[in-house]
């Protein structure tokens, strides 16, 4: 079983800056990950790694934030489409299990 919870987190007028003034979706990742606000971060960084999965930048940045949340085991994984049968992922689930 899988639990969690999302908390809503009212930007504050600093935080609203900084995003902002970001030159990159990167750069808003790196913002929301110091504040504690993974679920944008990862959201963000997802996006990017779905769409440029060859991008060893951004390829590093999601190894990194998955790696910092003990995610490390999925982060050499490729996103696919929701609900889709992923042979990868199941060898890499399997494989932990052990």
């Known amino acids: 079983m899988v639990e969690g919870s999302v908390e809503r987190v009212e930007l504050n007028a ?4 900084q995003l902002k003034a970001a030159n ?3 750069d808003r990742v790196a913002i929301y990950a110091s504040h504690g606000i993974w679920y ?3 959201t963000e960084l997802g996006e990017l790694y779905r769409t440029n ?3 060893r930048k951004v390829q590093e940045d999601w190894a990194d934030l998955l790696h910092s949340v003990g995610l490390g085991a999925i982060a050499r994984v490729p996103i696919v489409d929701c609900c889709q049968p992923n042979e990868t992922m199941l060898g890499v689930l399997l ?3 052990k």
């Open 14 to 17: 600093t935080l609203k800056s």
């Open 24 to 26: 990159s979706a990167r």
């Open 40 to 42: 944008d971060a990862l």
């Open 53 to 55: 999965p060859q991008n």
């Open 95 to 97: 494989d932990d299990r």
